[in-house]
């Protein structure tokens, strides 16, 4: 799947979704908007209300920071 594809298919994700997997997958708040994976990986997600989704350029950078695949969005129960 490509990476247009795996946004297009995220875009109905809520924050607060996100959120919960991003804290599933290992990843910590360190500070404000900030989270770190142990791994090097870090993200950012502005939290706004948790039922509200990302635009597709926001929520593609927030997969670059995550390198989340269509394999691990699965996992985390993002898709189905």
Do not use: C, P
């Not at 946004?7 to 809520?14: A, G, K, V, W």
């Not at 991003?22 to 502005?46: C, P």
């Not at 990302?54 to 691990?72: M, P």
């Amino acid at each position: 799947m490509s990476e247009d594809n795996l946004i297009q298919r995220l875009r109905s994700i809520t924050q607060g979704e996100l959120r919960s997997a991003l804290e599933q997958d290992g990843f910590k708040r360190t500070h404000g908007s900030v989270y770190a994976h142990d791994d090097g990986r870090i993200t950012v997600l502005h939290f706004h209300r948790s039922h509200t989704t990302l635009t597709r350029k926001t929520l593609k950078t927030f997969l670059e920071g995550t390198q989340w695949t269509e394999v691990d969005a699965r996992r985390l129960g993002l898709l189905t």
